[in-house]
């Protein structure tokens, strides 16, 4: 990670995960769609839907630097497409790219970053790493919980892709203030002290 931190110029796009339609829109499997909208919202984004780009895009500025924001819009497991389309357009790496999504190894109210590694049987991130050739993409693991930890009697499937409950939802709100306190530090590719600071917050009380 130290050689991200001096090698990388820092992010340039930020993608969100998750399913289009209304009925998926508070549902877990969108926290990350739900970062990329609270960043545009705060700071002058406005989403258009790019069909050559095979989903929503915004352009934001944040501590003076441009970022683009990406809502794939297919579903979860062919969001690679959008991203591809939309990294070979602006000619964007994928070290200086992010990928916010949801995440059942972390409980609610813990947020992480990382660097490359595994998908840990995620769909979006599957076709992202098989789409862009390369596991070399940051990704913004937002914890959801897994049933079993929740102690619910769902399946994973079915889990997801419900809305979490009202204290689960009110810890995953604040993981992504705590996200976004540190997006000044990732565009400028200060990634460890953005790890840093990030991974020793401490999550909400749930």
Do not use: C
């Not at 002058?44 to 934001?60: H, I, V």
């Amino acid at each position: 990670m130290a050689a991200a931190e001096s090698d990388s110029p820092g992010l340039r796009m930020i993608v969100g995960l998750g399913n289009v339609g209304a009925e998926y829109e508070r549902t877990r499997h969108n926290a990350g769609f739900w970062l990329v909208d609270r960043i545009a919202a705060r700071h002058g984004g406005a989403f258009r839907n790019e069909r050559k780009f095979f989903g929503d895009l915004a352009r934001a500025s944040i501590g003076g630097r441009e970022v683009w924001l990406v809502k794939p819009g297919t579903y979860m497991n062919h969001s690679g497409q959008a991203v591809v389309a939309a990294a070979l357009y602006y000619r964007v790496l994928p070290d200086q790219i992010l990928v916010a999504h949801d995440e059942l190894d972390l409980l609610p109210g813990d947020v992480r970053l990382k660097l490359g590694g595994g998908v840990a049987g995620h769909n979006g991130l599957k076709d992202i790493r098989a789409r862009l050739s390369s596991a070399d993409f940051w990704r913004l693991r937002i914890g959801i919980g897994h049933p079993r930890s929740l102690a619910l009697r769902q399946e994973v499937a079915d889990f997801v892709l419900h809305p979490p409950r009202r204290e689960e939802e009110q810890a995953i709100t604040a993981a992504l203030d705590r996200a976004e306190d540190v997006l000044d530090l990732l565009l400028a590719g200060r990634f460890q002290q953005a790890t840093t600071r990030l991974h020793t917050a401490k999550p909400a009380a749930s």
